[in-house]
Nanobody
Framework: QLQLVESGGGSVQPGGPLRLSCVGS????????VGWFRQAPGKEREGVSS????????EYADSVKGRFTISRDNAKNVVYLRMNRLRPEDTAVYYC??????????????????WGQGTQVTVSS
């Protein structure tokens, strides 16, 4: 059974970093494009970043360009989201989602088939 598990969330001060991980279980994550999404209270789920099966193409939301970096290690069945210079407005539950090749990734959540349970990121002083 396909399962995605996010980890790495937590509380951090503004300007600090976090690295989120999305691990695939029960399937080969390398055959899937993966997206990171976030949802803050009272707001719609929004796309943050996505990555294709072999590490490209990569997409970023304008709000995170230059601060966040998506990467993957297919040998470990994991996709990372490195978040630098975090801001209070980055506070949200972060989810990863996957869809099989030939899908190459997207920031549109409705295009994804499988989702993790989410990990909370809180940026506050």
């Amino acid at each position: 059974q396909l399962q995605l598990v996010e980890s790495g969330g937590g509380s951090v001060q503004p300007g600090g970093p976090l690295r989120l991980s999305c691990v695939g279980s029960g399937f080969t994550l390398g055959n899937y494009a993966v997206g990171w999404f976030r949802q803050a209270p009272g707001k719609e789920r929004e796309g943050v970043s996505s990555i294709g099966t072999n590490g490209g193409p990569k997409e970023y939301a304008d709000s995170v360009k230059g601060r966040f970096t998506i990467s993957r290690d297919n040998a470990k069945n994991v996709v990372y989201l490195r978040m630098n210079r975090l801001r209070p407005e980055d506070t949200a539950v972060y989810y990863c989602a996957a869809k099989a090749w030939p899908f190459t990734g997207s920031l549109n959540p409705i295009e994804y088939d499988d989702w993790g349970q989410g990990t909370q990121v809180t940026v506050s002083s």
